[in-house]
């Protein structure tokens, strides 16, 4: 068990490098306007994945207003490509205008697919689409269903990474002590995160850190 974890998360975040100046001023609007936007957990994650993998071919699921997408423009390969999908118009407006604002230099490498994750996850796998990269940070309630379609997606040797996936810690509750409202995700999450640790192409590991970050290796073929 470890000792007093707040403290711990503190002081890690004490170390970490921070944004550029222009992210740093977008993750202070998203945080005003209550956009969930990925913590400094997921932010390290996934930078030193990227700086690690240097992946070509990026693809998001749940953009909101494109914070993460320009996190990872940032942190990616000049040549890299980064494809990420929302269905909320709110967020797709306040989207349009972040990937189109000249404060940040690597926008040009986004592209942005609006409508509902699973149909557009269909048409890109119909299309031979691949990548070497994939965050999955949409409804949790459809992993489940994503996850056929991601896994035409991933290359062999890409990662995937999922957020969220403790859900406050809740997720090791019973099932009966979760309000009947909340038990559907509940179960869906577990089911995710079962088959993600289970399934042979995979070798994931479940950190628990920020709210639980899953990262999914898709072994050699
Ligand atoms: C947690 S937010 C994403 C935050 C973003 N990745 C970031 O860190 O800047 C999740 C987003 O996914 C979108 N979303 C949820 N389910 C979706 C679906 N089925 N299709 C498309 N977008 C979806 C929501 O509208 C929401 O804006």
């Known amino acids: 068990m470890m000792i007093n974890e707040e403290r711990i998360a503190a002081y890690i975040n004490s170390l970490d490098r921070g944004l550029s100046p222009q992210l740093y001023e977008l993750e202070k ?124 997606l991933l290359v062999p040797e890409g990662i995937l990474v999922t957020d969220n996936v403790l859900q406050d810690g809740t997720v090791i509750n019973s099932k009966f002590s979760i309000t009947r409202r909340d038990r559907t995700i509940h179960m869906r999450m577990r089911e995710y995160l079962y088959t993600i640790t289970h399934m042979d192409e995979l070798e994931t590991l479940i950190l628990p850190v920020g709210d639980g970050i899953a990262v999914s290796y898709r072994k050699p073929a």
């Open 29 to 152: 609007e998203a945080v005003k306007a209550e956009v969930p936007i990925i913590g400094k957990e997921t932010q390290r994650v996934i930078r030193f994945l990227l700086t690690l993998i240097k992946p070509k071919r990026i693809l998001e699921v749940g953009t909101a207003v494109g914070f993460s997408a320009l996190f990872m423009s940032e942190h990616s390969p000049a040549d890299c490509m980064i494809t990420t999908i929302e269905k909320v118009p709110m967020r797709l407006a306040e989207a349009r205008k972040n990937l189109k604002d000249e404060r940040f230099p690597d926008r040009g490498k986004i592209t942005l697919k609006e409508g509902e994750a699973l149909g557009i996850l269909r048409e890109l796998a119909a299309a031979g689409e691949k990548y070497d990269f994939i965050f999955l940070d949409a409804a949790k309630g459809q992993y489940m269903n994503f996850l056929p379609e991601l896994m035409k």
